[in-house]
């Protein structure tokens, strides 16, 4: 067969997997074909999501499972031999390896970033692919690797048979963490967003460095006690006999893999700092999880315990580089040899986007002063003052404020999904305890059924912590809701948490990107593809902090009276976001003895409880944010419009590339890729119309037609004139399924396996009727040019 006829799989089979055997790579360990970099970003509009396109190269190369080398991007014949040269440089830019081949089947075009000859690019043969050893050699020399540090660099990951491979940013944290371990360095910051796997790239790290005996005794410090119990069930369960858990102030030195909740080993009087039963070099690897809450700051109590152990190495994992530099984490550990961001993550489609509901209330925003001699409802005098956001929940409580939020809450659930898990953070553990009444009371039907359905989880409650777990567990229906003030900030795994609600006043990024985290996971089988945040204390204008690095796909501000869930809005409306520095010298979550829980207020401090005021609701808004990075009101419509005056110049444009497509649906389905949400579209303008109608009526204000009228448009012009009478019949009733389901069908030849056309006899009975497949194939084309012909 002529080489150019054939498909770009079929070169990839028949030419490029070839040369890699006769290069001597193995197909099993060392070559990934249609390999998927990324998971294509999660796309919403109103209540629909889609997912763009993700990035999958052609081929990686592996030096060695989970050491990738080489990437090769591959084009049919009919391309040029540099053709997939760019693309594949984007592929090899994201798994930061310096070899990158295109091909077409004659040859490869091969790039040498760190070539030493000069010559960045070459044509080389089939037959000339490089050995897996000559690539190692060549990056290994660039990378200045001993024998000794290349064999650390080399130890295998762990593995469960599954033969699954981490993602391409756990792949470049772990491996650039070995590296500079085997280099020498001692003092390592990790820089992963909320829910990317940071304590399954710390279990890889520290597996291949306990199985290459680099490293014999390891300490895990983390500060809540549920991500020390979560890691050792999960992630570090391969770990097995060989690990433990300090607690109950023991220091039992038998084993190899020492897990700890950092309260559990220092505390304010000598006794207390059980980790000095340990002789200063007992811990060859210190990994301290979430290690910006205060473990660099020079008096705190994990910096203590660093610097006891100092000849260890020590690795830092975080989630919040702003404030670990403000905190000087920076000066600690060095600059992060890693970071992958929350935006990266988003776009990646490996953590779920997400929409904010503003909702401003009008004593937040003006005020409220007690009447003179004015007393709370326990008979307290309530001091003359004005009283404003930062007192609300903290020294007076409004209860009618409380009530409102909760109905707010509840309004949101009534109208999207009443058992959607959702967190509710509070100032501290009684406003958290009066928002669980509030709840209770706005959920009344639902409460009576389940006592769990609203649940306080703080740190000082035994029967709210107990259910953590099964508001954790996507299976577990009960709890719904939390309501919480610190203790689910951080390591709390909720998958299918979609409501998260802020009423509690954020002055720190840190504490921000901790809490969003708790909805930025994505659990697919449970339908978990986005969440939402209720902003009711303005906590998310941090959005418009510089340091701020994954945005919302949209915010929304409902007017008194509305909805509280987006709606989508009718036109562009460009706003901007308030500036709400982060405070001087950073922030330090100073948490409970036990587990980092719920801090309530010091003693003595008064809380004046105000039952008689009146609260209402004064602003509610929905933006989403354009790739510029704007805040803009936007609504489908809208979106759509952008999306396709981008891809094409003019309505003139549009229609030469549809009339020019041997398949229309190909352009449907290509736009529906970018994002354009066709369902949501014909909801609007009309269920019965052509996607191409859509398209022109909301781009270029055409009238549309539905599909009925296009075809009947057709019958009227003796279109089948020129066809025998069978061949005509068939082509009318392909026009009747067009009518009912649209081009995509009667481009495909199963249209043939339906009813009526079965009527007609078998498909290749129904090709012969007009003189074999080509001819039909021909007739189908000269239909569609006819459908949408002016």
């Not at 005794?217 to 690990?243: E, H, W, Y």
């Not at 009447?371 to 003052?385: A, F, H, L, P, T």
């Amino acid at each position: 067969m002529d080489k150019k006829q054939l498909s770009e799989r079929d070169i990839c089979t028949q030419y490029i997997t070839p040369a890699l055997v006769r290069s001597g790579w193995d197909l099993a360990t060392q070559v990934r074909e249609e390999f998927s970099l990324t998971n294509g970003r999660i796309l919403v509009r109103g209540k629909l999501h889609t997912r763009a396109r993700n990035k999958r190269a052609d081929y990686v190369l592996f030096y060695k499972p989970n050491l990738p080398i080489a990437v090769i991007e591959a084009k049919d014949n009919t391309h040029s031999l540099g053709d997939g040269m760019q693309q594949g440089l984007g592929y090899g830019e994201l798994l930061q390896v310096p070899f990158i081949f295109s091909s077409n089947g004659d040859g490869f075009l091969f790039h040498n970033k760190i070539a030493m000859d000069g010559v960045i690019e070459r044509e080389i043969g089939l037959d000339e692919f490089p050995l897996a050893e000559t690539l190692w050699h060549w990056w290994a020399a660039h990378r200045g690797l001993s024998e000794a540090q290349q064999n650390l660099v080399k130890q295998d990951y762990y593995s469960d048979g599954s033969d699954k491979t981490p993602r391409y940013y756990q792949l470049l944290a772990i491996d650039k963490t070995m590296e500079a371990i085997a280099k020498g360095q001692n003092r390592i910051l990790l820089v992963m967003a909320t829910g990317t796997g940071k304590t399954f790239t710390a279990f890889q790290i520290i597996w291949r460095l306990w199985k290459s005996k680099t490293k014999r005794r390891i300490l895990f410090l983390a500060d809540r006690n549920i991500l020390v119990d979560q890691t050792m069930t999960n992630d570090f369960k391969p770990f097995g006999s060989a690990m433990t858990k300090i607690q109950k102030r023991q220091a039992d030195k038998s084993y190899e893999i020492y897990l700890s909740l950092y309260q559990a080993v220092t505390g304010t009087e000598e006794e207390q700092k059980i980790y000095k039963q340990f002789s200063r070099d007992f811990f060859d690897l210190i990994v301290i999880d979430e290690c910006h809450r205060g473990s660099a700051a020079d008096d705190s109590a994990w910096r203590q315990i660093l610097d006891y152990f100092s000849s260890a190495t020590q690795v830092g994992l975080t989630a919040t580089p702003k404030e670990t530099k403000e905190v000087s984490n920076i000066d600690y550990f060095g600059e992060p040899i890693y970071t992958y961001s929350l935006r990266q993550g988003i776009d990646d489609g490996f953590l779920a986007p997400y929409k904010v509901v503003r909702i401003d209330i009008d004593r937040d925003l003006v005020g409220w002063r007690p009447s003179v001699g004015q007393k709370d409802k326990y008979g307290n005098e309530i001091e003359d003052r004005i009283y404003n956001q930062r007192d609300f929940d903290k020294t007076i409580v409004l209860e009618p404020r409380t009530q409102l939020v909760a109905k707010k809450i509840s309004d949101f659930l009534k109208q999207t999904n009443r058992f959607d898990k959702t967190i509710v953070f509070c100032e501290n553990i009684d406003h958290a305890e009066r928002m669980r009444q509030a709840l209770v009371n706005e959920n009344a039907d639902l409460a009576a059924d389940n006592s769990r359905y609203v649940m306080r989880i703080t740190g000082d409650n035994e029967e709210g912590k107990a259910e953590l777990d099964n508001f954790i567990f996507p299976e577990s229906t009960y709890p719904v809701i939390a309501t919480t003030s610190k203790l689910m900030t951080t390591g709390v795994d909720a998958q299918t948490c979609k409501l998260i609600v802020l009423d509690q006043r954020i002055q720190s990024m840190t504490e921000f990107k901790q809490i969003i985290g708790r909805g930025t996971r994505i659990n697919e089988d449970y339908g978990k593809f986005y969440f939402t945040i209720i902003d009711f204390k303005k906590a998310t204008e941090l959005f418009a902090d510089p340091e701020f690095d994954g945005d919302p796909v949209q915010i929304y501000e409902p007017d008194p009276g509305d909805s509280p869930v987006p709606p989508e809005l009718p036109e562009g409306e460009e706003v901007s976001g308030g500036d709400y520095p982060e405070p001087e010298g950073g922030f330090e979550w100073q948490g409970g003895e036990d587990d980092g829980g719920d801090a309530d207020d010091p003693p003595g401090v008064r809380r004046y409880v105000v039952a008689n005021v009146a609260v209402r609701v004064v602003a509610e808004r929905v933006q989403y944010y354009n790739p510029d990075g704007k805040l803009v009101a936007e609504s489908l419509k809208d979106y759509t419009r952008k999306t396709l005056t981008q891809e094409f110049a003019s309505l003139d444009d549009f229609l030469v590339r549809w009339s020019s497509a041997d398949k229309k649906q190909a352009i449907v389905d290509e736009l529906a890729q970018e994002g354009v949400f066709f369902e949501a579209l014909a909801d609007e303008v009309g269920k019965d119309c052509d996607p191409f109608d859509l398209l022109c009526h909301v781009a270029w204000d055409q009238p549309p037609l539905t599909r009925r009228e296009r075809a009947e448009r057709v019958k009227k012009r003796d279109y089948f004139t020129k066809y025998g009478d069978r061949a005509r019949r068939v082509l009318e009733a392909l026009l009747d399924k067009y009518a009912d389901a649209g081009v995509g069908q009667i481009e495909e030849t199963q249209v043939l396996t339906l009813a009526p056309l079965t009527e007609f006899g078998t498909p290749t009975e129904i090709v012969k009727i007009f003189g074999g497949k080509d001819a039909y194939q021909q007739a189908v084309r000269e239909l569609t040019e006819s459908l949408y012909s002016a």
